[in-house]
């Protein structure tokens, strides 16, 4: 009876690196293949180069760098977004300004590490994703978490009343006190007693200020 290996079964997590310094890109890609179920399939320098090998490669996770000579990391996680799917982006950068964390996961970036994260995790990291989690360094997490947490800001036309919401409407249709007065049925007084009210609640003093943030809002 013929007996068969589970190894035969065992299914290897295969990696990309893009990273511009050598000596972590060569870390990193030590790291992997020195890490049984891992394999890293390619290394680059660039997003150019990433970009053209990595259609056929069709690696299981790429670990992204931001600062990349020529197009940068961010701008190489939104075309394997857009274009290769399959593959989980994970940014792995020194970078932890909120604008760049966002703009990485706008672009379609899965998890965020930072450089400072040890071998270990890293590697836990690149397991999580591909069990369908978004690793994060806690730095990170608490900036993504921070956001979701900072208050709205105040819309100040829910301040309005219904009445004075009608004559903002028209004014901003650009009909005159005298038409609005007209269409609401009252006083061309009524109807500058309302602007003033409004004005007064929208921080604003004169129509064309209103109007803009009306439309703002």
Known sequence: MLKYSTAYFYTMIKVAVVEDLDDYRNGLVNLINWTDGYECTGAYATAEEAIKELPALKPDVAL???????????????????????????????????????KALQAGAYGYLLKTTSPADIMNAVQQLVNGGAPMSSDVARKVIASFQSPKKNNETENLTAREKQVLELLSKGLLYKEIAFQLSISIDTVKRHCFNIYEKLHVSNRTEAINKYHQH
């Open 64 to 102: 992204i760098d931001i600062s990349l000579p020529g197009k940068s990391g961010i701008e190489l996680v939104e075309y394997i977004h857009q274009n290769i799917s399959s593959i989980l982006c994970m940014m792995c950068t020194a970078y932890d300004e909120d604008e760049k964390v966002f």
